[in-house]
């Protein structure tokens, strides 16, 4: 455990509840803020934030990308990813085609297409855009940040387990 002005975690003696740096209650709200953006931009295009998700990776990946290349760039379960590619194919906006083994390539239709270009397309110019109120630098440097962040904090999950006697499953969460 740290104690410092930014790492801060420590537990209070008096009520046994971790404590929480200003800042990394801030940088909280600016991660859930963040995600709140996602979420509303995608209601607004009139996707599932699954469905945004596997667009803007297939915009990433290319046209044909694997159904497990998207699980790994989106972090999104894989019964998730095929539940909404599934949905999506349905729609008429994509087609799957076998890869090697069981892996299944996915490929835009025209109308998929033309769903990219009028909902993703115009959301990553906004995230440009958006990234250009920052010099090189400090691009660099948030990035630098963020990831040496995102890396501490993967590594301190690995010890992270259960508790026992903990009844509820997450399936009921």
């Known amino acids: 455990m740290m104690n410092s002005l930014y790492g801060g975690f420590m537990l209070q003696k008096e009520i046994d509840k971790p404590y929480i740096s200003a800042p990394l209650q801030e940088f909280n709200r600016i991660y859930k803020k963040s995600n709140e953006i ?9 996707l599932s934030n699954s469905a945004f998700d596997i667009l803007y990776s297939i ?12 699980c790994a760039a989106t972090f999104i379960p894989k019964q998730t990813v095929n539940s909404s590619i599934r949905q999506m194919e349905t729609a ?8 090697k083994g069981r892996s299944m390539h996915i490929n835009l239709t025209a109308a998929g297409q033309s769903l990219l270009e009028n909902t993703i397309y115009p959301v990553m110019q906004m995230e440009s855009e958006a990234f250009q109120c920052m010099s090189d ?22 010890n992270l387990t259960k508790p026992s006697g903990l009844s509820i499953e997450r399936k009921a969460l």
């Open 38 to 46: 996602y979420h509303n931009i995608a209601l607004r295009l009139g």
């Open 59 to 70: 915009c990433e990946l290319g046209d044909g990308c694997l159904q497990k290349d998207i």
């Open 137 to 158: 630098k400090e691009c660099r440097q948030m990035l630098t940040l963020y990831r040496k962040y995102t890396l501490a904090l993967s590594e301190a999950t690995h």
């Open 92 to 99: 008429g906006y994509l087609t799957l085609s076998s890869g």
